[in-house]
DNA sequence: GAGATTAACTTGGTCGGCCAAGAAATACGC
DNA sequence: GCGTATTTCTTGGCCGACCAAGTTAATCTC
């Protein structure tokens, strides 16, 4: 209904007017910036673990496994905030992977006990690694100000955001504290 | 296999030490914040789009078919930068929802036409408004300039990780137009 | 102690994403 | 022209993520 680009079909004959930007999202282009960042800041992690036997989203996963040790799978919920049923599936996989281990907790029978495998433990160093590249990419140009000040401000943003979404593991440990 | 917690397993003896943050990910800190924030931020703009009958990442679909008007699947795809099967399956759930059709191009029997229906421009309207009110979440409490501040930071990153999945719309708009 | 409630998973379904492999039509090379 | 790419889209499979509904076990109530 506009744009008749009628020529190529390369559509980019919209030279430096309306600054590139959707009409439906011009009330909001950070959080554009955010949803583009986010898909490739997940995109390029998802890179970097591919290599280790790791899909995206497995890796807080297994960071938690790895500085709690043993975990109830209902802290572990907790702890990652996501929805049981993910945790679940995730782990059946995680664990015929052999990054995890699974038995039912003595204490409580319908609890089950989780805990990153020897081998996963290999894993930790590389993840660490890649985890530090992945640092290094996406802060590339940025001297210690800005990256002060993005961190700063993506805080306050996550505050903003755990508020309205009120199931946030940041509220809820800054509660567990007082 | 560390973090002999030993006592309750709540975990979280660890009183103003390494600040709570995983040792897996102590190497990225900022990038643990921007997973926190992007899930977080989709979480929020998928409560505001499920009034709407849009599930998250639709929106995106919709945003460029409504600036564009009847484009190629091909450039759809280049636009988002999504999978072409990711697309594919948008696009069919899309259709029988209601919000696009799609048809045959005349020119190239193997193409696909595809339009926003004219019942899906009512959305624009209301996704922009929540579109603006996720904007509003999202950065409150933060001033003009913080807010710019962010803006900038985030279009550096963006910029970082594009040049590193090298698959970025962005460099291809200016590649473009040199 | 029997009954209702709550807590801790699991299963099934759906959607957004990706990859790999295929089918169909166009473009290219000769 | 004919055969070979190349483009365009689709299908199937897998994973992360959600919701809804169900199961089993602990807990709370009386």
Request: proline share 5%; aromatic share 2%.
């Amino acid at each position: 209904m506009k744009a008749d680009t009628g020529t190529a079909g390369t559509a980019q004959d919209d030279p430096a007017c309306s600054g590139q930007l959707p009409l439906a999202a011009q009330n909001g282009p950070v959080s554009l910036l955010v949803s583009r960042v986010a898909r490739l800041h997940r995109i390029a992690a998802g890179k970097a673990l591919k290599g280790l036997g790791l899909y995206p989203g497995q890796e807080f996963l297994m960071m938690h496994l790895w500085d709690a040790g043993p975990v109830r799978q209902s802290e572990l919920i907790k702890a990652v905030d996501l929805d049981p049923s993910t945790v679940t599936k995730m782990l059946q996989r995680l664990e015929q992977a052999g990054h995890v281990r699974r038995r039912p907790d003595p204490d409580d029978r319908r609890a089950v006990l989780v805990e990153a495998t020897d081998s996963s433990c290999g894993l930790l160093t590389e993840v660490q690694r890649a985890w530090g590249e992945l640092e290094g990419h996406t802060l590339a140009g940025l001297d210690a100000d800005e990256r002060a000040q993005l961190a700063r401000l993506l805080g306050r943003v996550e505050g903003n955001l755990c508020k309205e979404t009120a199931d946030c593991p940041e509220e809820a440990r800054r509660a567990a504290l007082r």
